[in-house]
């Protein structure tokens, strides 16, 4: 299966999830973090999902899947433990809907990759649908590489970014700085990120005189 990856901002985009059970609530989970808004098609539910449902994190129609249920989805995700229903999903939907049939690749137009995160960085490994056991091995190496400190320094990385951008260095200089806390010393030191953020607060304060003239 040859795929494009990409990183899609779902955030109150519509995701219709056929299927009730266990493994339709761990993609909800998914859904949920990324703030779409779901409806949740099976006239049965995993206890899970009826507590969110309770919670009013989702929508649910207690009812067999019908193609209509597709209208305004942008997402179509088919994870019943029926072949017969998640192909009637797949085939019913939209040309320009996305579509994800739960151990069946070659009737989906994406498929979900392990993910790991750690605040902002987000790392995925995907093996084009032939093993998903296997891409949750590789991500749980991983997760043993980039600990949970990734997290907040991707936090200190995004606030030097933006206070670097608005200070008057020259931009030749800005890229150097940039670079050069990139470099896992600074992951490994607070007391560098602080003396690098009070540096550059210095250059911002002077941007504030030259303004004021």
Not at 52 to 74: G, M, T
Not at 99 to 124: Q, W
């Amino acid at each position: 299966m040859k795929s494009y990856p990409i990183m899609l901002n779902i955030e109150d985009k519509a995701v219709v999830v056929v299927g009730g059970g266990l493994i339709a609530y761990r993609k909800i989970v998914g859904l949920l973090q990324a703030g779409s808004s779901i409806t949740v098609i099976s006239p049965m539910i995993h206890s899970e999902i009826e507590q969110l449902f309770l919670e009013n994190k989702i929508a649910w129609k207690d009812k067999l899947f019908e193609s209509e249920d597709l209208d305004s989805a942008l997402i179509v995700i088919a994870a019943t433990d029926s072949e017969i229903v998640n192909t009637f999903v797949a085939s019913s939907a939209g040309k320009h809907q996305l579509v994800n049939i739960v151990d069946n690749p070659e009737l989906s137009t994406f498929h979900v990759p392990a993910k790991l995160t750690r605040g902002d960085l987000t790392i995925c490994v995907a093996t084009g649908g032939a093993s998903p056991a296997l891409s949750k091995s590789i991500r749980d190496e991983l997760a043993l590489i980039y600990e949970d400190s990734y997290g907040e320094y991707l936090g200190f990385l995004t606030l030097s970014r933006e206070k670097v951008k608005h200070s008057v260095l020259h931009q030749s200089i800005k890229t150097k700085l940039l670079k050069a806390i990139a470099n896992d010393t600074y992951r490994q030191s607070i007391n560098m990120q602080n003396a690098f953020l009070e540096m550059i607060d210095g250059y911002q304060d002077k941007s504030l005189v030259v303004l004021g003239g």
